[in-house]
């Protein structure tokens, strides 16, 4: 029995930290509805310069990401596990891939009413046609992950 037991659990899937990634979902779904960034209204004032709301989201969370990276390079921070972090400098060779990328994910957001961090917020908070979007995203992820060997990078 005891050894039967044994076998199991090593044979049975990897759950850690499922709860606590399930757990900060919800709070940045929560985080996301509270501050409106998840609201078809203030991303279409954003794309028609009407209001400064969602620049200013972007704009700290961009401030944010840069001193948190700042940080970790500085304090040499590894994770939690004890692993070093490791960021890769960006080559600026081929910026015509920056550009199509943003053009292709700024038309997705637009056309879509969401960029794709809060499709689950929109889900969740009674806008069902959302699954179409993230059915979508799934799809072009999954076709760019079997293409990504034929495309020239």
């Known amino acids: ?5 044994t076998v199991s659990e ?4 990897r759950t850690d930290g499922v709860v606590g990634y399930l757990a ?11 501050s409106e960034v998840i609201s078809w209204f ?23 990401a840069s001193v948190a ?14 692993d ?3 960021i890769s400098p960006k080559s600026m060779d081929q910026i ?3 550009w ?14 969401a960029c794709p961090g809060p499709l689950f917020a929109l889900i969740g908070s009674g806008v069902p046609v959302m699954a179409v979007a993230v059915v979508s995203a799934v799809a072009g992820t999954w076709t760019y992950g079997a293409l990504r060997p034929r495309l020239p990078h």
Do not use: C, D
Request: overall charge positive; cysteine-free.
């Open 96 to 98: 015509h891939r920056y």
């Open 42 to 64: 203030r991303i279409q004032e954003m794309f028609r310069f009407q209001a400064f709301h969602m620049y200013g989201v972007i704009g700290g969370a961009v401030g944010v």
């Open 24 to 34: 900060l979902g919800i709070l940045f779904g929560i985080v996301l509805t509270k």
């Open 1 to 5: 029995m005891l050894m039967s037991s």
């Open 10 to 13: 090593q044979t049975s899937p």
């Open 69 to 82: 990276v700042a940080l970790i390079k500085t304090f040499n921070v590894k994770t939690i596990r004890g």
């Open 84 to 86: 070093q972090i490791e």
């Open 100 to 113: 199509i990328g943003g053009i292709v994910f700024g038309l997705g957001w637009a056309l879509a009413g």
